[in-house]
């Protein structure tokens, strides 16, 4: 899906919902209705999330703004990111539930602006990007990190992404997940997660370590060793327990890794 048929659904459903709701009207005229395109959408939801006593929201939306127009990937990753939650999370019934009121989605977009601005070496905005994204949706991602597209970031409360992480595409995510050090170790020193892998409630990846493609990690694990692809792990440490029995189960949730045995 391009990011001009995501504007028109947005659109649409935003009228929908002005009609049959009255007090969703000032919100969905501010920041989707009287907005020229879906990268004006995301710049003013972002800001008006982001904005406080750090920076405020009329420079934020310019920050956005510029980085938008200089990077029309990250409106493509913004529309995969979108539609990936619409379809893997079952408690989103819109598109317009994400944009306006996931701060997982929220948050990811707002990320990878920060990416975009650390590949830049503009380092300090960055980082000031990362703390602000932090203390208002509890979510703390280095922007140095390099994460694929097609994400869902379900609840995003107290996920942690470290410096030298990397994610594939079409990766999910519950809350409390750790992609972290094992020390204070410098260097090459976070997991990498490969491509359709989904990562239980507050899974904890230690390491500079790998996991494969299709792979399932089970809540509460904690992963100190390469996970190969297409098996399910859980456990303190983890081990094997079992292979998914989908391809890529980022995309049937399906979070009980029993029934993987």
């Known amino acids: 899906m391009a990011p001009e048929e995501m504007e028109q659904i947005l659109r649409k459903e935003a009228q929908e919902l002005v009609d049959s709701e009255p007090l969703s009207k000032l919100m969905l005229e501010e920041q989707v209705l009287n907005r020229k395109n879906f990268a004006d959408m995301l710049c003013v939801t972002l800001a008006c999330q982001l904005a406080g006593e750090v920076i ?3 420079e934020l939306e310019k920050i956005f703004s510029a980085m938008y127009e200089k990077y029309p990937n990250l409106l493509i990753s913004a529309t995969k990111d979108l539609r990936a939650t619409v379809l893997r999370d079952p408690a989103c019934t819109s598109y317009l539930e994400p944009l306006l009121l996931f701060k997982g989605y929220q948050g990811l977009q707002a ?5 975009a601005l650390w590949e830049e070496n503009r380092h300090f905005p960055a980082k000031m990007l990362q703390n602000i994204i932090s203390r208002k949706f509890g979510m703390d991602f280095h922007p140095a990190a390099k994460i694929g597209h097609g994400l869902l970031i379900d609840h995003a409360t ?3 992404i470290g410096e030298t992480a990397t994610v594939g595409n079409n990766v999910s995510f519950l809350h409390g997940v750790t992609l972290g050090g094992t020390g204070n170790e410098i260097g090459d020193r976070h997991p990498k997660v490969g491509n359709g892998v989904m ?7 230690l390491g500079n370590i790998h996991i494969g493609d299709g792979a399932k990690i089970g809540a509460g694990a904690v ?4 996970v190969p692809a297409h098996t ?3 456990g303190v440490p983890a081990v094997q327990v079992g292979h998914p029995h ?3 189960p980022s995309f049937n949730m399906q979070q009980d890794f029993t029934r993987d045995i």
């Open 56 to 58: 405020d929201r009329v």
């Open 111 to 115: 990320f990878r602006v920060a990416h």
């Open 158 to 160: 107290n996920i942690v």
């Open 199 to 205: 990562l239980g409630a507050h899974a904890q990846l």
């Open 223 to 226: 992963v100190l060793h390469d």
């Open 232 to 234: 399910t792990y859980a």
């Open 246 to 248: 989908d391809d890529m």
